[in-house]
């Protein structure tokens, strides 16, 4: 079953969008750059699948590329990982990671030579 073409909300116009896409240099943001420019063409607009087919990305990820545009804009084309480099909360508190610290200073421990002389 073939699904509907996704309409791509104007936030840009076409002209905006292909300039930010020549000037971009990141590449996986100018790929999605591209997927906007090719589902937004004036006049004939890519389907899904075939931007996926010229973009090498499945129409799954095509298809969450044009959704995250519509709702946020040009900021949901542009990485959020920058934004979040360290993810929410650290693994270890700061006494651990001390205490991770001052037993790194240690030489190692031998336990099979420990093993060993006990019997």
Not at 49 to 67: F, G, H, M, N, Y
Not at 84 to 90: A, E, R
Request: net charge positive; proline share 6%.
């Amino acid at each position: 079953m073939a699904r509907t073409r996704i309409e791509i909300i104007p936030h840009l116009d076409y002209a905006d969008l292909t300039q930010r896409y020549r000037r971009c240099r990141d590449v996986k943001e100018r790929t999605r750059w591209l997927v906007i420019r090719l589902l937004s063409r004036p006049g004939n607009p890519m389907k899904v699948e075939q931007v996926a087919e010229i973009t090498d990305l499945s129409a799954d990820w095509v298809r969450k590329i044009a959704r995250r545009y519509n709702a946020n804009g040009p900021e949901g084309i542009v990485d959020g990982h920058e934004k979040s480099p360290g993810g929410k909360h650290k693994a270890l508190t700061t006494e651990q990671l001390q205490e991770l610290f001052e037993k790194l200073k240690l030489p190692p421990l031998r336990w099979w030579i420990v093993e060993w002389t006990k019997s």
